[in-house]
């Protein structure tokens, strides 16, 4: 899939449009390669525990430079720390942990199905909202990017925020877990 997504800050008063779902916690572990590969290449392999679900992500290099909107590939797991030790067989070490708390909310809009998540995180301050839309190809992924930015200018979001939240736990000062999850 290609996941077409915007990035905004938004002010403290910001709230999504209809009424959201309760705050979930996403405990997300990132590996890679002890030469760090994965991310001098643009890509990205997380383990994220969320509401009693675990899911395997890989991401493939940004297709949009812009929003460092990325094709992804994901799939469910059932035993984490399992995962974990096969991708360590596999020689990828945890380098980044973190949590993200999150408020979502689904919309259709302009014929496409984008879901609107409302982010914190403890490394920064600031609310984040991204908007996003899984698409099949990248023709259709790029597609969506305006809709989203005119999603997003409606909803008084104007500050778009490429950079991605490991960037920015890694300013922070965030690094490897202990253990992997």
């Known amino acids: 899939m290609f996941e077409a997504e915007v990035k905004f800050v938004a002010g403290p008063d910001f709230r999504l449009p209809d009424e959201p779902g309760k705050a979930v916690v996403c405990e997300d572990v990132y590996f890679d390669a002890p030469d760090g590969r994965l991310a001098a290449s ?13 899911v395997l992500t890989a991401k493939a290099p940004p297709f949009d430079a812009a929003t460092a909107s990325k094709p992804e590939h994901e799939t469910a797991v059932s035993d984490a720390e399992a995962v974990a030790a096969l991708l360590g067989v596999l020689g990828f070490q945890p380098v980044l942990a973190y949590a993200k708390r999150c408020r979502r909310a689904r919309l259709r809009v302009g014929g496409l199905d984008v879901e609107l998540t409302a982010v914190t995180v403890d490394f920064d301050p600031r609310l984040f909202v991204e908007i996003e839309h899984l698409a099949a190809t990248r023709e259709q992924a790029m597609a969506a990017l305006p809709a989203i930015r005119a999603l997003a200018a409606g909803l008084g979001l104007a500050e778009e925020c490429a950079v991605a939240y490991t960037d ?4 922070a000062g965030l690094g490897a877990p202990p253990a992997a999850p």
């Open 168 to 171: 920015l736990a890694q300013a």
């Open 42 to 54: 643009g890509r990205e392999l997380r383990l994220r525990r969320e509401a009693g679900r675990t």
